[in-house]
């Protein structure tokens, strides 16, 4: 079964500073998606990020970026000129290029979260 | 309206009573979701609904009893929960067709169970 893993309960950066937020996740499957997705006090989650594993081009989304390291399973966050309302719950989570035979939709996996603080 | 609303933003229950969450999604999506986030574990999926027909139940007990009865519309009726149920109940919507579709989400209802 695919499992994601954010091993960082809690981050901090100081505002204008750069942070990178870990997530490793397993799979036997080698096409699916990757993503980033924050979650503000508003508690409504929003993409930041997405990944096609078949693209090895890492994706860019103003100031943030993501490491794709297909091999070692591993798909970061970095998040350049840290800004005050990036602080935020994130996610990662990987969907399966396998729908649920009974639906037709796509499953998710989500890790456990990293809450960012961001410092003045 | 766009997205994804969800309603009671937030919800305090005795065990004994009834009581149902709502979510409605203004994207034109097919599939709906419900998810539980508890503290320091991952968002646990609930049900999964496409055209509004229930498709995935993740083991979950009979207590939580989902609804939809058209595309955008998607209720979550809840009995004789147990304080263990405390969560945030997270809706989402995906168009459940194109493989570069993404799950959006609406901000949830608290819910604490007394």
């Known amino acids: 079964a695919q499992t994601v893993t954010q091993s960082q309960p809690e981050m901090s950066v100081q505002e204008a500073e750069t942070v990178t937020l870990s997530c490793t996740y397993d799979?036997?499957?080698?096409?699916?998606?990757l993503f980033w997705y924050k979650q503000p006090p508003s508690r409504q989650m929003i993409l930041v990020i997405r990944?096609?594993?078949?693209?090895?081009q890492n994706a860019t989304e103003n100031r943030f970026s993501v490491n794709f390291q297909k091999a070692a399973k591993s798909f970061s966050l970095k998040i350049s000129d840290s800004q005050l309302g990036d602080a935020a719950m994130y996610f990662c989570?990987?969907?399966?290029?396998?729908?649920?035979?009974?639906?037709?939709?796509?499953?998710?996996?989500f890790g456990t979260g990293t809450r960012l603080k961001v410092l003045a | 309206e766009t997205g994804v609303t969800q309603t009671p933003r937030h919800l305090v229950m005795g065990m004994t009573n009834k009581k149902s969450l709502k979510c409605e999604q203004h994207l034109g999506h097919n599939a709906m979701y419900w998810y539980k986030q508890s503290a320091k574990k991952p968002l646990e999926l609930m049900f999964v609904y496409n055209f509004k027909e229930q498709t995935e139940n993740n083991s979950v007990p009979s207590r939580f009893s989902p609804e939809c009865p058209n595309s955008s519309h998607l209720f979550l009726h809840l009995h004789t929960l147990q304080p263990e149920d405390s969560a945030l109940y997270l809706c989402a919507s995906s168009q459940g067709l194109t493989t570069n579709e993404k799950l959006f989400f609406g901000s949830g209802t608290q819910l604490s169970v007394l």
């Open positions: 799979t036997s499957e080698s096409d699916y998606y």
């Open positions: 989570a990987y969907r399966s290029p396998i729908k649920y035979s009974t639906s037709g939709t796509y499953k998710y996996i």
């Open positions: 990944q096609e594993a078949y693209k090895q």
